[in-house]
């Protein structure tokens, strides 16, 4: 599909993370962008503002009157948290409209050029951005569809504004979602493959079913292309791969990967053990995250991440090993890594000073919460950690009740708000309580006041909200009370 013969694109659902990248990629190609969205964000005043239109009611029949759209000017883009029962939906459908979902546009858009994709149950949002950051502070550049926003841009959207070599063979980074087998739309030069924890078993069943998606996804990889996958999966091992990657393994003469450098399509990151790339005399040096990095027999001494976190040296030893193949050089990759503010809701700190840490995590699965609440508890060993955390769908909540609790533990002191629901119709049984009730730390269970109230009374010295949900709306008024 010729994108440039568009001329309208609609979007069902214009105000998610992944669907505003490809609005914008669309308005920047001078196509016509406009759409719907259930409520307001902040997300959507800023795609209002670069003149995007936006509207918040259900419009069925009136679309078409209002816009002037017909099936020969316009693609109509979904995204699956559309409800089945939408109007608009239907309207487009019943009159023949051509309807993609946001993986499949993606999917067409990225195919066009040297795409590396960025996977995992957790992980992939941070580890896909600093990626991004780094080739963009390099000579190399890249275009990004990214699922968060970046802190150092402002944007989810990133565009290649230095390289003149054609668009097959500029660098795209995009965020490979294994959410309804997203990903599998995706044909990458390079893949990284962060996580693979069980997740979305409202989709897959059981976790295997899962793993399987990952291995299919892993299979998708280009002749020539590279598989960049955490030494510690169980993926790992050439048993898994199909005869068709199997054959791309035993092909070492590519000129694709002659000219990214590559020996081996195969490689392992670790910060745990030896592998083709990993980190080792990790330190954390006045807040802040030193390592030396091992990859292709090089060292890197001393490199310093600008972002907290122990799992962020991890993501950043996936990140900089796919960097280094696409040619970045090793003093950009040290400036870079030096540079990246991280991605917004991803280890944020909202307050740092003497007397007060306040950090927003999107922190949703127990994997998770443990790398989130033990890194904070690391680096600030001496002071009591507290933590408030929104748990997100109750379908996640009903198969990682045990993970949520033994994770939140780790706080000194949790304070629990109501679930956040999402697409989903409520379970029967399934509430914030029974997690609750197996959580072994200082427990509360409170509502959105409530948990105001309390932490004006209490003024914890290190404290964190984490989760997907609408959590984020209580980042604003907790710092005023904080900052009082």
Avoid at 248 to 258: D, I, K, Y
Wanted: net charge negative; with cysteine.
């Amino acid at each position: 599909m010729d994108f440039k013969n568009i001329k309208y694109a609609y979007f069902l659902g214009i105000g998610g993370i992944g669907m505003s990248a490809i609005a914008r990629y669309f308005n920047h190609l001078d196509i016509k962008v406009m759409g719907y969205d259930k409520t307001e964000t902040n997300l959507t005043k800023q795609l209002v503002a670069e003149g995007i239109a936006i509207h918040y009611e259900d419009l069925a029949d009136k679309v078409s009157i209002n816009h002037q759209l017909s099936t020969d000017n316009c693609l109509v883009v979904l995204t699956p948290a559309i409800p089945v029962n939408h109007q608009e939906w239907a309207w487009f459908k019943n009159n023949g409209f051509n309807i993609l979902k946001r993986s499949q546009v993606l999917g067409l858009i990225s195919e066009q050029s040297k795409t590396v994709g960025v996977a995992g149950t957790h992980g992939k949002t941070t580890t896909s951005t600093l990626l991004a950051h780094i080739l963009k502070q390099s000579h190399v550049d890249c275009n990004a569809f990214l699922g968060g926003i970046s802190s150092n841009y402002n944007t989810n959207l990133l565009l290649n504004e230095k390289s003149s070599e054609n668009i097959e063979q500029s660098a795209m980074v995009v965020e490979a979602d294994e959410f309804d087998r997203s990903f599998l739309t995706l044909h990458p030069f390079i893949s990284i493959i962060t996580s693979t924890d069980a997740d979305h078993l409202d989709i897959y069943g059981e976790h295997e079913e899962l793993k399987k998606s990952f291995l299919d996804y892993a299979n998708r990889l280009v002749e020539g292309g590279t598989l960049i996958i955490k030494k510690e999966l169980d993926l790992v091992g050439a048993n898994n791969f199909s005869p068709t990657y199997n054959a791309v393994r035993a092909n070492q003469h590519s000129p694709l990967m002659e000219k990214a450098n590559i020996d081996s399509p195969l490689l392992t990151y670790s910060i745990k053990t030896k592998a083709d790339a990993y980190a080792s005399n990790i330190q954390i040096i006045k807040g802040n995250y030193h390592f030396d990095l091992h990859f292709k027999g090089h060292t890197l001494a001393n490199l310093q991440l600008g972002i907290p976190g122990l799992h962020n040296v991890e993501n950043a030893v996936a990140a900089s090993a796919a960097c280094l193949l696409l040619g970045v050089t090793e003093d950009e990759l040290r400036a870079a890594l030096l540079g990246f503010k991280g991605v917004k809701r991803r280890f944020e700190y909202i307050i740092k000073s003497d007397n007060q840490i306040f950090i927003d995590d999107y922190a949703h699965h127990p994997e998770e919460l443990r790398a989130i609440i033990s890194s904070v508890k690391n680096m600030y060993p001496d002071e009591k950690v507290c933590v408030a955390f929104q748990p997100h769908l109750f379908t996640r909540t009903r198969d990682f009740v045990d993970g949520f609790a033994e994770c939140l533990s780790i706080a000194d002191e949790v304070y629990l708000l109501d679930i956040y629901p999402a697409r989903e119709l409520p379970i029967e049984g399934v509430t914030s309580k029974i997690i609750y009730d197996k959580i072994t730390s200082k427990k509360h269970l409170v509502g959105r006041q409530e948990l105001l109230d309390m932490i004006g009374q209490s003024k914890p010295k290190v404290f964190c909200t984490l989760g997907a949900g609408d959590i984020d709306l209580l980042i604003l008024p907790i710092k005023n009370i904080l900052s009082k």
